[in-house]
Nanobody, 117 residues
Framework: HVQLVESGGGSVQAGGSLRLSCAASGYTFSIYCMAWFRQVPGLEREGIGSIDSDGITTYADSLKARFTISRDNAKSTLYLQMDSLKPEDTAVYYC????????????WGQGTQVIVS
């Protein structure tokens, strides 16, 4: 069965960096569009960006200067490099997998907490 397991979250001071990982299994990772989302309790889930099967990335305009998405198909792993972190980046971060970047029909991880203080 499909599994997405995020890791790398934690607490960091403002201005610092974190790299999140999402280990995928149970499907052909390389052909799926992958994405990162985040959510603050009580607020709507926010899309951070995505990377398709050709490695083409898209980002939310407000985050593209500080966040970088990459993937390693050989390791079936998705990454999110976050730099110059701000307190408003505090959220639970989720990875998702979908064919053709169709996020309404995606597999989701359980999330990893990031706290920036």
């Amino acid at each position: 069965h499909v599994q997405l397991v995020e890791s790398g979250g934690g607490s960091v001071q403002a201005g610092g960096s974190l790299r999140l990982s999402c280990a995928a299994s149970g499907y052909t990772f390389s052909i799926y569009c992958m994405a990162w989302f985040r959510q603050v309790p009580g607020l709507e889930r926010e899309g951070i960006g995505s990377i398709d099967s050709d490695g083409i990335t898209t980002y939310a305009d407000s985050l593209k200067a500080r966040f970088t998405i990459s993937r390693d198909n050989a390791k079936s792993t998705l990454y999110l490099q976050m730099d110059s972190l701000k307190p408003e980046d505090t959220a639970v971060y989720y990875c998702a997998a979908a064919r053709y970047c169709k996020w309404s029909d995606a597999y989701w991880g359980q999330g990893t907490q990031v706290i920036v203080s």
